[in-house]
């Protein structure tokens, strides 16, 4: 009975389980190191009814959006314009593979020097931190298209932006699509970043003002708000894009 | 042939191309240094060992994250693989997990580790051990059911069917979820070197930008970027000469 109703609400499970975990651990560690649940949440709603709160979430949501349109049209542009050249492919496929591995906070330096604090330097730091990945799936997304389409395309003599725009874009659109919500993570992790080192507002910023003067309060709720925000996007997009490999289904 | 030397003149074209700008003052120093002084002060550094102390501590956290996570996401995995239940609770964990910004975690760590190493490596434990578990699932997923019948039929001790049927199905999976270790093991010391810390390369490379210390901090940045993209190239040298091995016998 009990097996039938967590495999029918797993997500819902799982919330309970870790809210429990997290008042346990609260219970171990004390009251220096973690706020319980209950008081977190109350906390969050109280800052929530605060205007100076929804001003570091707008600046964040502002240069979170920027930063993940430019991620999502570079990724795409860099993917196709590889997916379409198999020469260029396998000379940059590396470069873009080796772009990811590299721990891109190590740049952060160099982002501030070049846009100075503020909006355009979270902005660029949040798309680097996207636009890889949205790269390596476009460009994988385009490589796994059967080539028979390709072949049809030619054969009915399709410009290449036609090609393009009615045989790659949909063929490719569900891996494309898993790029997208990787790069969405990753753009709101890295702006989020860009926040903590190269700027005056934003939830970053607060973050790490908090974490300077050690206050549980704030570090608690607006990580609890992040996550919030990440889990429940994440799962939208994670549930559209089964709907996208199984149509129908 | 032709795309080694192409893939040499996209990295060698573009420096070049800095290298004339920075020295025409087209782009300060106090932007970016021309890549040739930024090189030549990287050997300068290592040949003098100026900072031998926190390259050391950066990799020894590094490494130790790495191995810990390795560890212990395929002992997890084999173990979350074998419990149904406990795989559907978790699995809506593991696809937004990468979604949540564990760094938002560090000052906590901080509270109850204090300010030693511990918390840097379970940061960097923490982002990597999840890509491991879920690369080892889908690695024994791939077994097919067939063959532990055939083992079983077979009556191979446990040891046995592990080396001679598991592992041959999952390293390939397995060789992504290492892969993906080394660099999520390198984001999270590395960040938390930059966050709060006294120590390491994230640290240094801070100092130096609090203090407009281009001479220190550019070297610095590229020997982060030229250890991590290296460690990822010789991975996926290895990967490739054992599927050429296993291609032949």
Redesign the interface.
Same mark, same amino acid.
């Given at each position: 009975m009990i097996r039938r109703t967590i495999y029918a609400n797993p997500s819902l499970f799982l919330v309970i389980v870790l809210l429990a975990l997290w008042q346990i651990v609260f219970w171990l560690v004390g009251r220096n190191a973690l706020l319980p649940p209950l008081e977190t949440i109350l906390y969050l709603a109280r800052l929530l009814q605060t205007a100076r709160f929804w001003g570091h979430i707008a600046e964040t949501g502002t240069a979170f959006v920027i930063a993940l349109v430019i991620s999502v049209v570079a990724g795409l542009a860099i993917g196709l314009a590889l997916g379409v050249n198999r020469l260029a492919a396998e000379v940059f496929e590396p470069f873009l593979l080796a772009g990811n591995s590299v721990p891109k906070i190590a740049l952060y330096p160099i982002v501030l020097l070049i846009f100075g604090i503020g909006m355009p330097a979270k902005i660029a730091f949040g798309a680097i931190h996207g636009v890889v990945p949205v790269a390596i799936f476009t460009l994988t997304a385009c490589s796994n298209v059967p080539p028979i389409l390709f072949r049809a395309a030619a054969a009915m003599r399709l410009t290449r932006w036609d090609m393009i725009r009615s045989v790659l874009l949909p063929a490719a659109l569900p891996d494309i699509f898993s790029g997208i919500r990787i790069g969405f993570s990753l753009t709101l992790i890295g702006t989020i970043l860009g926040e903590m080192f190269g700027s005056q507002r934003g939830l970053g910023y607060l973050l790490m003002t908090a974490i300077g003067l050690q206050n549980i309060e704030v570090i608690m709720s607006v990580t609890l708000l992040l996550v919030l925000v990440a889990a429940t996007v994440n799962t939208l997009l994670l549930a559209q894009d089964r709907r996208l490999r199984n149509p129908g289904g | 042939m032709r795309?080694v030397l192409?893939?040499l003149l !996209?990295v060698l074209l573009p420096l070049a191309l800095l290298e004339i700008l920075c020295r025409d003052r087209v782009i300060t120093p &106090?932007? /970016?240094p021309a890549p040739s002084r930024i090189l030549l002060g990287l050997w300068t550094m290592m040949a003098n060992g100026t900072f031998n102390a926190a390259i050391l501590k950066t990799l020894t956290n590094v490494s130790l994250a790495f191995v810990l996570s390795v560890a212990a996401g395929i002992a997890a995995g084999a173990a979350i693989h074998r419990a149904p &239940?406990l795989r !559907? &609770? /978790?699995?809506?964990?593991f696809?937004?997990y990468?979604?949540?910004?564990i760094?938002?975690?560090?000052? /906590?760590f901080i +509270? +109850?580790f204090g300010l030693g190493d511990a918390p840097q490596v379970l940061i960097g434990f923490m982002l990597a051990v999840v890509s491991m578990i879920v690369s080892t699932l889908a690695g024994l997923d791939s077994v097919p059911a067939v063959l532990g019948k055939t083992a079983r039929v077979l009556q191979l001790s446990p040891v046995e069917t592990i080396r001679s049927v598991t592992l041959p199905y999952a390293a390939p999976y397995l060789f992504t979820g290492v892969?993906l270790a +080394?660099?999520y093991a390198?984001?999270g010391v590395? #960040?938390a070197e930059?966050?709060?810390s006294g120590t390491g390369l #994230?640290y240094e490379?801070?100092f130096?930008?609090d203090n407009l210390d281009?001479g220190v901090?550019?070297p610095l940045?590229l020997l982060?970027?030229l250890v991590?993209?290296a +460690?990822?190239?010789s991975l996926?040298h290895w990967e490739r000469a054992l599927r050429a091995r296993r291609g032949r016998g």
């Open positions: - | 795309i192409y893939r !996209a &106090l932007t /970016l &239940l !559907a &609770l /978790l699995e809506p964990l696809s937004t990468y979604a949540i910004p760094y938002a975690f560090y000052p /906590l +509270v +109850v892969k +080394v660099a390198f984001i590395i #960040g930059f966050i709060m #994230g490379i801070r130096a930008y281009n901090m550019y940045i982060i970027l991590a993209v +460690v990822n190239m996926d």
